[in-house]
């Protein structure tokens, strides 16, 4: 059983992937570089973060109108890279642990927080797979957060296997990701990789994109339960890009699930 679970932490670490991305480290901070689009969406996926804790009663209604609205939560961001994300809601007031496999992205995430005098003692980086890290602390998370990553991620049965086992009973899993069909090719491989360059040529293997059905059924099996799917597309403008929520889920996808409490 050991052996098994080591092979999956394995195919999960493609040295390939973790080269590629510890090559954006030292731009990973430029709002206007190649990571410019994690940046934009910060402004529409804390937020979701924060009403979906609310909606599942992690959180109190209260928390909608309060500048540290996540005051209290403890939450662990997978696949953190340089730390954007993990800032952001250590802003807000969460303890939060940034999680990834790129030991140069975890050292660029370190030496930043560490500038951050108002929340560097409530974030902190590890430079582990969430296979590795959900061993050591089960049911630790009141969120685990995994915002585009499964699609660099080889297999999601073990993956999402592992963040589940992280959350706390009544926790909530947060995911975006690109959805799987020609549509979603067309925008995020043709239209954004190629065509407009809003992320790096070969940023995405299209063949590792997964529906939101998908998904779904495979946190079924560990005792998640989807409660809500939204679709996300972002918009280029002349002025400024930006991020919205749509009904339509064929490009992109924000999956929001709970853990089943004992």
């Known amino acids: ?29 430029d709002t206007r570089g190649p990571r410019k689009t994690l940046h ?15 909606a599942s009663k992690v959180l109190p209604e209260s928390a909608r109108n309060n500048t540290k609205s996540l005051e209290g939560t403890n939450i662990l ?10 800032e952001a809601l250590g802003g807000l007031g969460a303890t939060v642990v940034g999680l990834d496999a790129a030991s140069k992205l975890i050292e660029i995430a370190n030496h930043h927080v560490a500038t ?7 974030v902190s980086f590890v430079c582990e797979t969430i296979e590795e890290h959900c061993e050591k602390f089960p049911e630790q998370y009141d969120a685990v957060i ?5 699609e660099h991620i080889v297999d999601k049965q073990s993956f999402l296997e592992a963040c589940v086992k992280a959350l706390k ?20 491989k043709f239209l954004g990789e190629y065509l407009f ?8 293997d299209f063949n590792l994109f997964i529906s939101p059905d998908n998904v779904s059924k495979i946190l ?16 280029l403008g002349f002025w400024q890009n930006e991020w919205i929520f749509q009904n339509f889920d064929g490009i992109h996808y924000a999956l929001h699930a709970v853990k089943e409490k004992k």
């Open 146 to 150: 995994a915002s585009e990553v499964v």
């Open 40 to 54: 934009d969406m910060n402004k529409l996926r804390i937020p979701w973060v924060r009403d979906g804790l609310i």
């Open 77 to 86: 961001d997978v696949g953190c890279g340089g730390g954007i994300l993990s």
């Open 116 to 122: 951050q005098e108002e929340i560097k003692d409530r």
């Open 197 to 204: 360059r809003v992320v790096a040529i070969d940023t995405h």
């Open 169 to 188: 009973p009544g926790g909530s899993l947060f995911i975006t990701t690109p959805n799987r069909g020609l549509t979603s090719w067309f925008f995020n």
């Open 1 to 29: 059983m050991e052996i098994s679970k080591n092979i999956q932490m394995l195919q999960n670490v493609d040295p390939e992937e973790i080269k590629k991305f510890n090559g954006y480290a030292k731009v990973w901070w």
């Open 220 to 235: 079924e099996g560990f005792g998640c339960k989807t409660v809500s799917v939204k679709g996300m597309r972002y918009i």
